[in-house]
């Protein structure tokens, strides 16, 4: 059996999560041991995903300003346990001591995989000096501290390896997903819209991080400008993190709470967005969104940031605008005009046109598990 160690950041429910839950019921359990190091070993056993498989979690208990001797034991205790490959899920440089070890131990593979393409701080000055050591440690990091190196996009690639790295060695690993389950459905559609009490609305919807990266407060000012032109409009914002409070405070300030929700995160997304007419993600900035893979799978027009990367749109159905308040807020009340037509074509799309554009991408799951697990037993450069 191979032994793969994914090594986590601690916000679950996250896109690395994500990618990493959705490839798991494709991996033969035989052959193929998933376990996990992270600073939230708790939460993660709270997942639907751990519940279902119970696979092996270690909790990591020390950081380096601890002390780097007590980190080093640690890393060194957990990294002795006969991994096969360590797959490393990172948006930023912060060193690479971990990547060190790992290639002192002889751990046959050691993956460093980029998920991000930017910095979710508020603060400018924090962001300024995460900025100008991530630019450090990326023009430091070469091939001594990895065996493989890959990325969910292009950009992904370019933010967190430098030129010293050639571009044909970074493998591009798709954030793909099981597209049966967002597959669109208008019973569940008729169900969510009657049981929220928004049938007759034309539902803009969200889902992310409440975060400075996915800049949910620039939506909902747009939002609430394009409702004053149209209330048959109707937002759903669901996701997790530090700045739910904020968006929330934001709505009751503009006065729009009775035409918004709010959720924390959910585990039926797949029946939210069959409720949508329209998907919306004015990031500041993203590596490759799994969220807007799954509003396409679903049918749903997207109206997503230009500074997100052109390789998410695979399906034709996403439109990309420069975040600027007027053009979004634009964008939205064309939305109520032409979503009765996307409903419509939603309903049409018998003909399986989204799957095989899926298919076709290597954004399928079935597909990327594939060259995921060929990518594992694959002998390293």
Same mark, same amino acid.
């Given at each position: 059996? /191979?032994?793969?160690?994914?090594?986590?950041?601690?916000?679950?429910?996250?896109?690395?999560?994500?990618?990493?839950?959705?490839? $798991?019921?494709? =991996?033969?359990?035989?052959?193929?041991?998933?376990?996990?190091?992270?600073?939230?070993?708790?939460? &993660?056993?709270?997942?639907?995903?751990?519940?279902?498989?119970?696979?092996?979690?270690?909790? +990591?208990?020390?950081?380096?300003?601890?002390?780097?001797?007590?980190?080093?034991?640690? =890393?060194?205790?957990? +990294?002795?346990?006969?991994?096969?490959? &360590?797959?490393?899920?990172?948006?930023?440089?912060?060193?690479?001591?971990?990547?060190?070890?790992? /290639?002192? $131990?002889?751990?046959?593979?050691?993956?460093?995989?980029?998920?991000?393409?930017?910095?979710?701080?508020?603060?400018?000055?924090?962001?300024?000096?995460?900025?100008?050591?991530?630019?450090?440690?990326?023009?430091?990091?070469?091939?001594?501290?990895?065996?493989?190196?890959? #990325?969910?996009?292009?950009?992904?690639?370019?933010? +967190?390896?430098?030129?010293?790295?050639?571009?044909?060695?970074?493998?591009?690993?798709?954030?793909?997903? %099981?597209?049966?389950?967002?597959?669109?459905?208008?019973?569940?559609?008729?169900?969510?819209?009657?049981? &929220?009490? =928004?049938?007759?609305?034309?539902?803009?919807?969200?889902?992310? @991080?409440?975060?400075?990266?996915?800049?949910?407060?620039?939506?909902?000012?747009?939002?609430?400008?394009?409702?004053?032109?149209?209330? @048959? &409009?109707?937002?759903?914002?669901?996701?997790?993190?530090?700045?739910?409070?904020?968006?929330?405070?934001?709505?009751?300030?503009?006065? =729009?709470?009775?035409?918004?929700?709010?959720?924390?995160? @959910?585990?039926?997304?797949?029946? +939210?967005?069959?409720?949508?007419?329209?998907?919306?993600?004015?990031?500041?900035?993203?590596?490759?969104?799994?969220?807007? $893979?799954?509003?396409?799978?679903?049918?749903?027009?997207?109206?997503?940031?230009?500074?997100?990367?052109?390789?998410?749109?695979?399906?034709?159905?996403?439109?990309?605008?420069?975040?600027?308040?007027?053009?979004?807020?634009?964008?939205?009340?064309?939305?109520?005009?032409?979503?009765?037509?996307?409903?419509? #074509?939603?309903?049409? %799309?018998?003909?399986?046109?989204?799957?095989?554009?899926?298919?076709?991408?290597?954004?399928?799951?079935?597909?990327?598990?594939?060259?995921?697990?060929?990518?594992?037993?694959?002998?390293? @450069?």
């Amino acid at each position: 059996m /191979m032994k793969i160690l994914h090594m986590t950041p601690p916000e679950i429910n996250n896109g690395v999560y994500r990618y990493i839950f959705n490839h $798991m019921p494709y =991996i033969d359990q035989s052959k193929y041991e998933f376990s996990f190091l992270t600073r939230s070993a708790d939460s &993660l056993r709270e997942t639907r995903e751990y519940k279902n498989v119970r696979f092996p979690v270690y909790q +990591l208990n020390h950081v380096q300003r601890d002390g780097r001797e007590a980190f080093v034991q640690e =890393i060194r205790n957990i +990294l002795g346990r006969g991994f096969d490959v &360590l797959h490393l899920h990172t948006s930023a440089w912060r060193g690479f001591l971990i990547e060190e070890i790992a /290639m002192e $131990m002889k751990i046959p593979k050691v993956i460093v995989h980029s998920h991000s393409s930017g910095f979710d701080f508020v603060n400018p000055a924090e962001r300024e000096k995460l900025w100008r050591d991530h630019i450090n440690y990326r023009n430091q990091f070469s091939m001594e501290y990895a065996t493989d190196v890959c #990325a969910c996009s292009r950009v992904a690639a370019d933010w +967190l390896f430098s030129s010293a790295i050639p571009r044909d060695s970074v493998q591009i690993l798709p954030n793909a997903i %099981d597209v049966s389950r967002f597959r669109f459905n208008r019973e569940a559609r008729e169900s969510v819209r009657g049981r &929220l009490g =928004i049938k007759d609305r034309i539902v803009i919807g969200h889902v992310g @991080r409440y975060s400075y990266t996915k800049n949910q407060e620039f939506l909902v000012r747009c939002f609430a400008k394009a409702h004053k032109k149209d209330q @048959r &409009l109707y937002l759903i914002l669901t996701g997790q993190g530090e700045k739910i409070s904020e968006v929330k405070k934001l709505v009751n300030e503009l006065g =729009i709470q009775e035409h918004v929700r709010c959720y924390d995160w @959910r585990e039926d997304i797949p029946d +939210l967005l069959q409720a949508m007419d329209v998907f919306c993600l004015p990031s500041v900035f993203e590596g490759l969104p799994i969220s807007v $893979m799954e509003a396409q799978a679903a049918g749903l027009r997207c109206l997503v940031s230009d500074s997100v990367t052109d390789e998410t749109d695979i399906t034709g159905l996403v439109k990309f605008l420069p975040l600027e308040e007027k053009i979004w807020t634009e964008a939205l009340e064309e939305a109520g005009l032409e979503a009765d037509l996307t409903a419509k #074509a939603r309903q049409r %799309d018998g003909s399986g046109r989204i799957e095989r554009k899926f298919r076709q991408t290597g954004y399928n799951i079935e597909a990327a598990c594939e060259r995921l697990i060929r990518f594992y037993e694959s002998e390293s @450069r």
